[in-house]
């Protein structure tokens, strides 16, 4: 039948339409700013740093490995690698990025940067008013613009938070077994070499003549 689709279609919106008035669940407008829909878990913006801890600068995930700045389509993210390292989550020493810039004017929220990033540094965030006066110099944000605590992340991400965090407890937890087996061996390789020289000062000491027992 010669415009069925269209009819079909009609009758879609026709039953948005009027169940909008009936049904809460279908309302699809509000009276934005005074009203406001909690965004849903899965809502991606602009991109954040994510850091451990109290300090976001000590604490910040980021080890400046400049994939995210390789990969990013638009081109929008500017890292500077420092020149000493600091400790990161696992408690390893790593470099860290001494600049890290995102203009936002530019960002296209295509998530690349989180998808490649190796260290669940950089996440995308809710947050979508961002409006400034100065469209170059207020929509640059630096590393302390964008370092948000992990908490934060929990609260808007709490699904894949707490998936990341596991992730990385399993992850310090190998790397500290590993740790301790390295130091143990290590103890005991000492204690092992210390052996044969005492046995030597004990048999050096022995008056000359004397009878040296196995």
């Not at 169940?19 to 913006?45: C, H, K, N, W």
């Not at 980021?62 to 420092?82: D, G, L, R």
């Not at 696992?90 to 470099?95: A, N, S, V």
């Not at 940067?113 to 409006?131: G, H, Q, R």
Request: hydrophobic share 40%; charged share 30%.
């Amino acid at each position: 039948m010669l415009g069925e689709g269209i009819l079909k279609g009609l009758a879609e919106t026709a039953k948005n339409f009027v169940g909008s008035f009936v049904s809460a669940e279908r309302l699809t407008t509000v009276q934005y700013p005074e009203q406001r829909i909690a965004p849903i878990e899965a809502t991606r913006d602009f991109p954040f740093l994510v850091y451990d801890g109290a300090d976001w600068e000590a604490g910040m995930r980021c080890v400046a490995c400049q994939i995210c700045e390789k990969e990013c389509p638009p081109k929008c993210i500017y890292i500077v690698k420092s020149i000493d390292k600091k400790p990161d989550a696992l408690g390893k020493p790593q470099f860290y990025p001494a600049r890290f810039d995102i203009d936002i004017s530019v960002c296209m929220s295509c998530q690349i940067c989180v998808e490649v990033c190796p260290f669940e540094a950089i996440k995308m965030d809710t947050e979508f008013e961002l409006s400034r006066t100065d469209r170059f110099g207020g929509l640059l944000f630096d590393r302390e613009e964008l370092a948000k605590s992990n908490e934060h992340y929990h609260k808007i991400h709490p699904t894949e938070a707490a998936q990341v965090d596991a992730r990385l407890a399993g992850e310090k937890a190998k790397s500290d077994a590993k740790a301790k087996g390295a130091a143990l061996a290590a103890a005991a390789k000492a204690a092992a070499a210390a052996k044969p020289a005492v046995s030597t000062e004990n048999a050096a000491a022995k008056p000359e003549g004397a009878e040296i027992k196995p």
